[in-house]
């Protein structure tokens, strides 16, 4: 049996995560128990929103109390998320804790309490007038320097960070993503609302961090869009039923083991990802290759010398009955071809391993492109 590292070769904090199917916080829900109870069909799970400083604990009073909103309440949040965690122990879940805070202070001291065994998800999200007005959730977005200071105090406590966040909210979500991966972030959890995946494409596009896509995600369909045009995993909170999740779970593990790349973009000229590179041919021609490398500042030299060196000594580095010499060059096994199938049999390559070893091709080029 194939173990969940090579079926899906996706890690957070330093941990194997089991499926790339997990849940996003809903206040006053989703803790380490709600977890816990759907364990067998995810890999990760956010619990929270938790509130880690007065000014974000009154707002969840004050919404819990005026707005009749649920919230987790409490005194003292390090007991509170201490607790919350000493439940997770033993637990493969991959756990996140998502959290209310107005200052690079409140996120750093939080750190320095209960250690890197979590991922620290900034709630840049939360649209609740009374959390904004605390100054979190979507105060971040409309005040990026502030939320690029918390990134940075937390990553100087070396913990793994997320920023969870709203699509269209921010003046410009390319730029943010671009400034998050500059600033340490490890982590992008996106609500792409119904913004679709042109807008996931964006994102993927601005910068090389791990994607997390949320809103919507209720069957396999939509899954698959988001892992094919950029995401790594997906995240569910309203739909975060059992029978959901593991519906998800089983077709994905399925889709992985028959197809060797659990999230394959689409080809480049059919509104692929960056990621898609490992799938182009040699600049000949007038497609969206060619503007795609000049958005990138890439020369089409460097982009043939770059494929070419990469796959040497490879698998790929065969094919001379291929288009362009090489597999190197070739499409995604989709794309129907008797030549480059021809090549895949006599080198004794299972198409499973052409799209493995495309997957590795396509990490180098993401390393490339954002050194
Ligand atoms: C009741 C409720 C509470 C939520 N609380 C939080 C929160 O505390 N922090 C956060 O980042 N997102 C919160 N969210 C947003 C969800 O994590 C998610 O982004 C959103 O519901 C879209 O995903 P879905 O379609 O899978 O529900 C909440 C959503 C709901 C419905
Ligand atoms: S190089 Fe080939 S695969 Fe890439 S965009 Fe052009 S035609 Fe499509
Ligand atoms: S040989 Fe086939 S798979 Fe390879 S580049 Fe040509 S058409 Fe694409």
Not at 28 to 49: C, K, M, N, P, S
Not at 126 to 140: D, I, K, N, S, T
Not at 279 to 290: A, D, G, Q, R, S
Not at 332 to 348: A, V
Request: glycine fraction near 8%; hydrophobic fraction near 40%; charge should be neutral.
């Amino acid at each position: 049996m194939m173990n969940a590292f090579e079926r899906f070769g996706l890690l957070i904090n330093d941990r194997i995560v089991r499926t790339p199917v997990g849940i996003a916080s809903m206040a006053g829900i989703v803790d380490a128990d709600y977890a816990l109870a759907r364990a067998e069909h995810i890999g990760f799970a956010f619990i929270g929103g938790y509130a880690i400083d007065a000014p974000s604990m009154a707002a969840a009073r004050t919404l819990a109390g005026e707005n009749g909103r649920q919230e987790f309440l409490y005194s003292d949040p390090v007991a509170e998320l201490t607790a919350q965690m000493a439940k997770m122990d033993g637990s493969d879940i991959v756990f996140g804790i998502n959290l209310r805070g107005t200052s690079p202070a409140s996120f750093r001291s939080l750190a320095k309490a209960l250690g890197d065994s979590v991922v620290y998800e900034i709630d840049a999200h939360c649209r609740q007038p009374a959390m904004v007005e605390a100054g979190c959730g979507e105060h971040y977005l409309k005040n990026p320097d502030e939320l690029l200071a918390v990134v940075r105090a937390l990553k100087e406590e070396n913990v793994t960070v997320s920023v969870k966040f709203r699509v269209g909210i921010a003046q410009d979500d390319r730029a943010l993503a671009k400034s998050l991966w500059k600033a340490g972030a490890d982590i992008l959890h996106v609500d792409l609302m119904d913004a679709g995946s042109a807008k996931l494409r964006q994102i993927r596009n601005s910068c090389p961090l791990l994607i997390i896509a949320n809103n919507g995600i209720a069957g396999f369909d939509r899954m698959r869009e988001m892992l094919s045009h950029g995401a790594d995993a997906v995240s569910l909170a309203r739909q975060s039923d059992e029978r959901t999740l593991a519906g998800l779970d089983a077709a994905i593990t399925r889709f992985a083991d028959e197809e060797g790349w659990y999230n394959s973009p689409k080809q480049l000229c059919r509104g692929g990802d960056i990621r898609a590179l490992t799938f182009c041919c040699m600049p000949v021609k007038e497609c969206p290759l060619i503007p795609t490398l000049e958005r990138i500042g890439m020369p089409r030299e460097e982009y043939i010398r770059m494929k070419l060196d990469s796959v040497k000594g490879t698998s790929l580095d065969t094919g001379t009955q291929t288009c362009f010499g090489s597999l190197a060059w070739c499409c995604k096994i989709s794309s129907p071809c008797m030549f480059r199938n021809m090549t895949l049999k006599q080198e004794g390559l299972s198409t499973k391993e052409y799209m493995r070893l495309k997957r590795e091709l396509s990490d180098t080029i993401m390393s490339r492109v954002f050194p």
